[in-house]
């Protein structure tokens, strides 16, 4: 009936016992490409946030002082700050435009994708804050805790470093689930721990502190979504399967910024605001469009009229969503946010596909032309359907109009990929990715090529005006939930007892006294478990006498801790009373504590709760300010016992 701390820490790690588990990050001294880009990040942070401290001290002696001289001193230095940020902060952004490392190693060349570097954050000491409340709020010997301290800081030590692989995410929904516990148990809203969790913006390298553990788990979520973007761009996405994985990494990515957005508010942090997750949402759902495209074109049969039309729409399609994630990194909160070779990045992939979307058209109208004959009817209506209006002056039924139209097609797709090399050399960041690059120079290589073979010196009709393609998608995005459920995790913490009663929210008054059974028995009904609850005491029945009351909790008997046993342990041990009797440790929550001031106390009741206030153990927490950051959606559903069991009465 009793539990120690080293059967906890076995349970946490396993059977087997064995240390080996998803707890562990990545070994910081393996120099891999990523991880100095990720080690390089977290230096610039510190950086930053030294040069924002030296800022605000010189800002604010700049405003006190009276003295000319000195402003004068403080002036040029505001200026040194400001320039050294300037330099920083530009370093970082070139950081968050090194796409190419998170990249896929084959051969085949592939569009590279977009992916999130992981928000930083500082090591942090919690012992002290948790040994404190342990001892105040739990009336506990924190010393017995320092296992379970320790074994939290581990976790929240292993998930700054995560692997990029399934073990780092499920490395951080790990420490995602267990800080539910912790909240639990030490977080509620009228004293706060003072432990302060420091996390720096994921593309500025801005720090943002709070004391609201709300804050630590949006971070942490937002990591898992960053991380699934670093999946899906690294896989090989020259194969079906490797599209697959791909599309299932962004989709999981949009879901989890989608969750985050949903149900936490009021961020401190840019990168966590309600624009910044919308934009991520439909760049993730625009990379999973473009992973569909990529599967379609890999699939397709070069020479099929219906293969190629299907082609076209879906690019179309990508062109379009990239068109709407444009959009989103322009509003007025992230215009100078987003990174310029992000922004870059968008346009580029807009005007590529959008050429992408005329060039199989133009093959379709060009190539095609015996299977269109065969089947006129079926093959002008799937014509015209690809098209956004009918073409002008043009009848698709006649062969020559159909090459006039193929050539305009092809005409639109030169001016597109001429406009998407033009952006790509005006970005710095870009001009060194040589994937997107030999990309464009591929693409657009082909579609001269195709019009100069289909080109006639001697045509002299007139020139036709192309519509745009209509796009469509044979598969939509979709947006996949996080379900933290797939980790589950065991609270570290468990030996304080069950959370229904044993937590931060709740209040309660211990007590000791001796129980000696009677000749009509101990006179009280026991019902449910863990903890075991004392429905009802007979009146003027030895448990009466004892001092305990309907509502009571019995968490020890003779010393043995029984807050997790069963409703037959407990029985079993009240049993073997003896003529001496037994110790009780009975817990009364505050409310039913409350109720009963009106009440006279037994002798040894009053003479337990006096001992136990001069201990410190019950009074009234101290009030502190707002947490500034918030979960919507609340803690869920604690730990409730077991109140469906008979009542015994014994």
């Given at each position: 009936?009793?539990?120690?701390a080293?059967?906890?820490?076995?349970?946490?790690?396993?059977?087997?016992?064995?240390?080996?588990?998803?707890?562990?990050?990545?070994?910081?001294?393996?120099?891999?490409?990523?991880?100095r880009?990720?080690?390089?990040?977290?230096?610039?942070?510190?950086?930053?946030?030294?040069?924002?401290?030296?800022?605000?001290?010189?800002?604010?002696?700049?405003?006190?002082?009276?003295?000319?001289?000195?402003?004068?001193?403080?002036?040029?230095?505001?200026?040194?700050?400001?320039?050294?940020?300037?330099l920083?902060?530009?370093?970082?952004?070139?950081?968050?435009?090194?796409?190419?490392?998170?990249?896929?190693?084959?051969?085949?060349?592939?569009?590279?994708?977009?992916?999130?570097?992981?928000?930083?954050?500082?090591?942090?000491?919690?012992?002290?804050?948790?040994?404190?409340?342990?001892?105040?709020?739990?009336?506990?010997?924190?010393?017995?805790?320092?296992?379970?301290?320790?074994?939290?800081?581990?976790?929240?030590?292993?998930?700054?470093?995560?692997?990029?692989s399934?073990?780092?995410?499920?490395?951080?929904?790990?420490?995602?689930?267990q800080?539910?516990?912790?909240?639990?148990?030490?977080?509620?809203?009228?004293?706060?721990?003072?432990?302060?969790?420091?996390?720096?913006?994921?593309?500025?390298?801005?720090?943002?502190?709070?004391?609201?553990?709300?804050?630590?788990?949006?971070?942490?979520?937002?990591?898992?979504g960053?991380?699934?973007?670093?999946?899906?761009?690294?896989?090989?996405?020259?194969?079906?399967?490797?599209?697959?994985?791909?599309?299932?990494?962004?989709?999981?990515?949009?879901?989890?910024?989608?969750?985050?957005?949903?149900?936490?508010?009021?961020?401190?942090?840019?990168?966590?605001?309600?624009?910044?997750?919308?934009?991520?949402?439909?760049?993730?759902?625009?990379?999973?469009?473009?992973?569909?495209?990529?599967?379609?074109?890999?699939?397709?049969?070069?020479?099929?009229?219906m293969?190629n039309?299907?082609?076209?729409?879906?690019?179309?399609?990508?062109?379009?969503?990239?068109?709407?994630?444009?959009?989103?990194?322009?509003?007025?909160?992230?215009?100078?946010?987003?990174?310029?070779?992000?922004?870059?990045?968008?346009?580029?992939?807009?005007?590529?596909?959008?050429?992408?979307?005329?060039?199989?058209?133009?093959?379709?109208?060009?190539?095609?032309?015996?299977?269109?004959?065969?089947?006129e009817?079926?093959?002008?209506?799937?014509?015209?359907?690809?098209?956004?209006?009918?073409?002008?002056?043009?009848?698709?039924?006649?062969?020559?109009?159909?090459?006039?139209?193929?050539?305009?097609?092809?005409?639109?797709?030169?001016?597109?990929?001429?406009?998407?090399?033009?952006?790509?050399?005006?970005?710095?960041?870009?001009?060194?990715?040589?994937?997107?690059?030999?990309?464009?120079?591929?693409?657009?290589?082909?579609?001269?090529?195709?019009?100069?073979?289909?080109?006639?010196?001697?045509?002299?009709?007139?020139?036709?005006?192309?519509?745009?393609?209509?796009?469509?998608?044979?598969?939509?995005?979709?947006?996949?939930?996080?379900?933290?459920?797939?980790?589950?995790?065991?609270?570290?913490?468990?030996?304080?007892?069950?959370?229904?009663?044993?937590?931060?929210?709740?209040?309660?008054?211990?007590?000791?006294?001796?129980?000696?059974?009677?000749?009509?028995g101990?006179?009280l009904?026991?019902?449910?478990?863990?903890?075991?609850?004392?429905?009802?005491?007979?009146?003027?029945?030895?448990?009466?006498?004892?001092?305990?009351h309907?509502?009571?909790?019995?968490?020890?008997?003779?010393?043995?801790?029984?807050?997790?046993?069963?409703?037959?342990?407990?029985?079993?041990?009240?049993?073997?009373?003896?003529?001496?009797?037994l110790?009780?440790?009975?817990?009364?929550?505050?409310?039913?504590?409350?109720?009963?001031?009106?009440?006279?106390?037994?002798?040894?009741?009053?003479?337990?709760?006096?001992?136990?206030?001069?201990?410190?153990?019950?009074?009234?927490?101290?009030?502190s300010?707002?947490?500034?950051?918030?979960?919507?959606?609340?803690?869920?559903?604690?730990?409730?016992?077991?109140?469906?069991?008979?009542e015994?009465?014994?």
């Amino acid at each position: 009936m009793s539990y120690t701390a080293s059967e906890d820490v076995t349970a946490l790690r396993g059977e087997g016992g064995s240390d080996e588990s998803v707890r562990k990050g990545c070994d910081p001294l393996v120099s891999t490409q990523r991880s100095r880009v990720q080690q390089r990040r977290a230096q610039l942070n510190q950086q930053i946030n030294r040069e924002l401290s030296l800022r605000t001290g010189a800002e604010n002696l700049y405003r006190a002082t009276t003295n000319q001289r000195v402003k004068e001193t403080v002036s040029l230095e505001l200026s040194f700050v400001n320039s050294n940020l300037q330099l920083l902060r530009e370093e970082l952004e070139e950081l968050d435009s090194n796409m190419e490392v998170y990249q896929t190693d084959s051969e085949k060349v592939n569009v590279p994708m977009i992916p999130l570097g992981l928000k930083e954050t500082k090591e942090i000491d919690m012992s002290v804050s948790l040994q404190e409340f342990i001892s105040e709020h739990y009336g506990e010997d924190a010393s017995l805790y320092l296992t379970e301290i320790k074994m939290l800081m581990e976790l929240r030590q292993a998930i700054r470093t995560p692997s990029r692989s399934d073990a780092g995410i499920r490395l951080l929904l790990e420490y995602y689930n267990q800080l539910h516990f912790v909240d639990q148990r030490f977080f509620n809203l009228h004293r706060t721990l003072g432990i302060h969790f420091q996390w720096y913006d994921s593309l500025t390298g801005v720090p943002s502190c709070q004391r609201a553990l709300a804050f630590e788990k949006g971070s942490v979520l937002f990591n898992i979504g960053a991380l699934y973007t670093q999946l899906g761009a690294r896989q090989d996405r020259s194969t079906v399967p490797g599209i697959h994985d791909a599309i299932d990494a962004f989709q999981r990515a949009a879901g989890a910024f989608l969750y985050l957005k949903e149900n936490f508010s009021h961020a401190p942090s840019l990168d966590m605001s309600g624009p910044a997750l919308s934009m991520l949402v439909r760049l993730m759902v625009a990379q999973v469009q473009e992973c569909v495209c990529e599967k379609v074109t890999l699939t397709m049969k070069e020479d099929d009229l219906m293969s190629n039309l299907q082609a076209a729409q879906e690019v179309a399609r990508v062109s379009d969503v990239y068109s709407l994630v444009m959009q989103a990194m322009s509003v007025p909160l992230l215009k100078d946010y987003v990174p310029f070779s992000w922004l870059s990045v968008v346009q580029v992939k807009t005007q590529h596909f959008r050429a992408l979307a005329h060039y199989y058209a133009a093959v379709t109208l060009c190539d095609c032309s015996d299977m269109i004959s065969k089947d006129e009817n079926a093959g002008v209506r799937a014509l015209t359907q690809i098209h956004a209006r009918p073409p002008d002056r043009l009848s698709l039924q006649r062969p020559e109009d159909r090459l006039r139209l193929g050539k305009a097609h092809l005409r639109n797709a030169i001016i597109c990929h001429e406009e998407a090399l033009r952006l790509h050399g005006v970005c710095k960041a870009l001009r060194k990715l040589d994937i997107l690059q030999e990309v464009l120079a591929h693409a657009h290589a082909r579609s001269l090529e195709k019009y100069s073979y289909i080109d006639q010196e001697d045509d002299f009709s007139e020139t036709a005006e192309a519509p745009d393609i209509q796009p469509h998608t044979h598969q939509k995005p979709d947006v996949i939930t996080p379900d933290l459920s797939t980790v589950r995790v065991m609270d570290i913490f468990h030996r304080l007892g069950p959370p229904s009663v044993f937590s931060a929210r709740n209040r309660w008054v211990r007590h000791r006294l001796c129980l000696v059974r009677g000749e009509a028995g101990l006179g009280l009904t026991l019902r449910g478990d863990s903890p075991v609850l004392v429905a009802s005491v007979l009146p003027g029945g030895c448990a009466a006498m004892a001092g305990l009351h309907e509502g009571d909790y019995i968490v020890a008997v003779n010393g043995s801790d029984c807050k997790w046993a069963k409703h037959a342990e407990v029985v079993h041990a009240l049993k073997s009373c003896s003529e001496r009797g037994l110790e009780l440790d009975v817990v009364t929550p505050h409310t039913h504590e409350v109720e009963r001031r009106a009440a006279p106390l037994s002798p040894s009741r009053e003479r337990n709760t006096a001992s136990r206030m001069k201990q410190g153990g019950v009074g009234v927490r101290g009030s502190s300010s707002l947490l500034n950051w918030t979960w919507r959606s609340g803690a869920g559903a604690g730990h409730s016992g077991n109140f469906h069991e008979s009542e015994s009465m014994y």
